[in-house]
């Protein structure tokens, strides 16, 4: 005869309840009204300026996929601006003028660098590093861009030929960034990748973090 203490009865799975709110998470006070928009509007804030670096950044993320074959466009002086391709890896010939030379410190590097046009011509302008003018040379070679393109990096360089130099220089005004080949654009696409994470990550935050909790029913 089988003893019925003997007998256990197997364990039942506990029920699972989805999407079951903790009453006594409920019941904490909510953080100050104040404090809480001033969150949203500072991640929100955040999001905007990485956007807006993001699309500065548009031009130089374009020239990264330009194509690395120099193209030669001949002597500078006799450049028609037509012709010329923005944002493209070229190689132009010409005469730097020395009475026209800009020189100008960066904050973060602490290099000089140097910017001024070739003669006959007033259509292209050169960029380099002020070490490199010490070897003279006859042909120069990177990224063909305008003075627009390049945001407000070069706006007190401009500025300085149009009102010290008397220099005609515009936003249309090409600039040739010396040595700057497609892949060293780099920098660009990886912040771009970087803002763009960070935008995804911070408004999932958002929605998750502010989204409002249904009471119970």
Known sequence: MVNDASIKEPLQPAPVVAD???????????PPEGRRIATMAVMAL????????????RHDVAYFFASSAVSDVGNAAEL?????????????????????????????????????????????FVHMPEAAMASPRATYSGRLVTFGEMGGRLDGVRSFFSHELSAPVTTESYVLLVDE?????????ALSLFCVLFVLVDVW??????RPIAPPS
């Open 181 to 189: 080949s497609p892949p060293t654009a780099w920098w660009a696409l």
């Open 20 to 30: 079951e709110v903790d009453p006594e998470l409920l019941a904490l006070p909510a």
């Open 46 to 57: 955040a999001v905007v300026v990485a956007l807006g670096l993001t699309s500065a950044l």
């Open 80 to 124: 028609a601006p037509a012709t010329l391709a923005s944002n493209s890896f070229v190689q132009v010939e010409g005469t730097p003028m020395a009475s026209q030379v800009v020189r100008y410190r960066r904050l973060l590097s602490g290099e000089t660098f140097v910017v001024f046009p070739l003669a006959g011509q007033r259509t292209v």
């Open 205 to 210: 935050l958002l929605v998750r973090w502010f």
